[in-house]
């Protein structure tokens, strides 16, 4: 089956600096790839996905890369805020399967 | 338009009592899944089902927990006989019509945080 691995597992950052959050994944046939903010109490919510039709994918300070040769994908945050401090989770799925990874705990400083 | 609801929010049971978990999902949505999560970890799933069926229980254990999805009301997630190792954080999610688990994207709801005294 899928196998997800994310990192780092916490990350720091200074207010208006970038924070970028690494999965792999381990079964070629994945073919979507959601991620997921989760603050503190609450359901994870869907802040970007990508199908593996596409190698890149932007919502304003939020961006998302595909890399299926070597089975990885990312998440960039640029010119983050206090309010983007949250947990992170990708996933990776394919017809069968959706697989999370373990989460990173983003803390954006002030 | 209501997104995935849950109730309760929290849940407090002592040893060898029944939780029973509740989800509704977004309008339109025919499909639900739950998940588990224990604290400082991902999200663990325990199974996929449809109305009226259940599509896949590969994560879900084989004693004391079962789901169902009738085909009026929310889905339920049921524990009998709680132990402590069952407190933990159940979210269910929810997707729009599809082939498979795989391809659709899940909504998720507030979820519904069990202790287990």
């Known amino acids: 089956g899928e196998n997800v691995e994310q990192h780092p597992s916490t990350l720091s950052v200074q207010e208006g600096d970038s924070a970028v959050i690494k999965c792999t994944y381990s079964d070629s046939a994945s073919n979507y790839f959601p991620w997921y903010k989760q603050e503190l109490g609450k359901g994870p919510q869907l802040i970007i996905d990508?199908?593996?039709?596409?190698g890149e994918k932007k919502d304003q300070r939020i961006a998302v890369t595909l890399n299926k040769t070597a089975k990885h994908f990312s998440l960039h945050i640029t010119e983050t805020q206090p309010e983007d401090s949250a947990v992170y989770f990708c996933a990776a799925s394919n017809n069968n399967d959706m697989r999370f990874g373990a989460g990173t705990r983003l803390t954006v400083k002030p | 338009n209501a997104g995935v609801m849950q109730n309760p929010r929290h849940l407090v049971r002592r040893r060898g009592q029944e939780a029973r978990l509740r989800c509704s999902p977004m309008?339109?949505?025919?499909?639900v899944y739950w998940y588990r999560q224990l604290p400082e970890e991902g999200l663990k799933f325990m199974v996929y089902l449809q109305k009226e069926n259940i599509i896949d229980e590969s994560g879900m254990p084989k004693e004391r927990f079962s789901a169902e999805f009738p085909k009026e009301g929310p889905s339920i997630l049921r524990i009998q006989q709680v132990v402590r190792g069952d407190s933990a954080a159940y979210f269910c999610a929810s997707s729009l019509m599809g082939a498979s688990r795989g391809l659709e994207t899940q909504y998720f709801g507030p979820g519904t945080r069990l202790l287990v005294l």
């Open positions: 309008k339109g949505h025919s499909h």
């Open positions: 990508i199908r593996s039709n596409v």
